[in-house]
T-cell receptor
Framework: NAGVTQTPKFRILKIGQSMTLQCTQD?????MYWYRQDPGMGLKLIYY???????DKGEVPNGYNVSRSTTEDFPLRLELAAPSQTSVYFC????????????FGPGTRLLVL | QKEVEQNSGPLSVPEGAIASLNCTYS??????FFWYRQYSGKSPELIMS????GDKEDGRFTAQLNKASQYVSLLIRDSQPSDSATYLC?????????FGTGTRLTIIP
């Protein structure tokens, strides 16, 4: 099992550009999450999904979009990148929502200049 | 809004001593609690999960939960330099976790 994989590992974007962060899990988990982590800070939830076709906003959704067409994939779309979106992005998955541990991908480091 | 607060740190502990990390949470209905360890530049990894009041031990790690006081802690015995990391407390709701801001722990050789 590869667990949770994320691509790319690192990306530099110019202000106003768009990109998609990819996340795939092979554990057949229904729940998937996107977090951002700013330096010295904890994890802030951007969006999450409780199953294919179902997504919901977290605490910091502005500037992002998600889709969940399959159980395995949960891409995060950044439209019109801004310097405030410079961060490390983690994708995570779990089988039982808030009742069991989440498994994290290795992260994507994004720099917006 | 559900909140999870951790002692801000940073925390420095001599090698071989006990490190104590604390966390309080605001949602009295929370049922699941987790401690994650995060090395610099890496993703969080689970150290301990606890669901019932009392202590849960796993090797050098002990998690303590007091739901009445809305308090969860992590004790690390015989601290090693490899324990130097940021420790994140997370509290589970029905669909998601709420994370604290983390406590940075440094073990001094």
């Amino acid at each position: 099992n590869a667990g949770v994989t994320q691509t790319p590992k690192f990306r530099i974007l110019k202000i106003g550009q768009s990109m998609t962060l990819q996340c795939t899990q092979d554990m057949n988990h229904n729940y998937m999450y996107w977090y951002r982590q700013d330096p010295g800070m904890g994890l802030k939830l951007i969006y999450y999904s409780v199953g294919a076709g179902i997504t919901d906003k977290g605490e910091v959704p502005n500037g992002y979009n998600v889709s969940r067409s399959t159980t395995e994939d949960f891409p995060l779309r950044l439209e019109l990148a801004a310097p405030s979106q410079t961060s490390v992005y983690f994708c995570a998955s779990t089988g039982r929502g808030g009742q069991e541990t989440q498994y994290f991908g290795p992260g994507t480091r994004l720099l917006v200049l | 809004q559900k909140e999870v607060e951790q002692n801000s740190g940073p925390l420095s502990v001599p090698e071989g001593a006990i490190a104590s990390l604390n966390c309080t949470y605001s949602d009295r209905g929370s049922q699941s609690f987790f401690w994650y360890r995060q090395y610099s530049g890496k993703s969080p990894e689970l150290i301990m999960s606890i669901y019932s009041n009392g202590d849960k031990e796993d090797g050098r790690f002990t998690a303590q939960l007091n739901k009445a006081s809305q308090y969860v802690s992590l004790l690390i015995r015989d601290s090693q330099p490899s324990d130097s990391a940021t420790y994140l407390c997370a509290v589970g709701g029905n669909e998601k976790l709420t994370f604290g801001t983390g406590t940075r722990l440094t073990i001094i050789p």
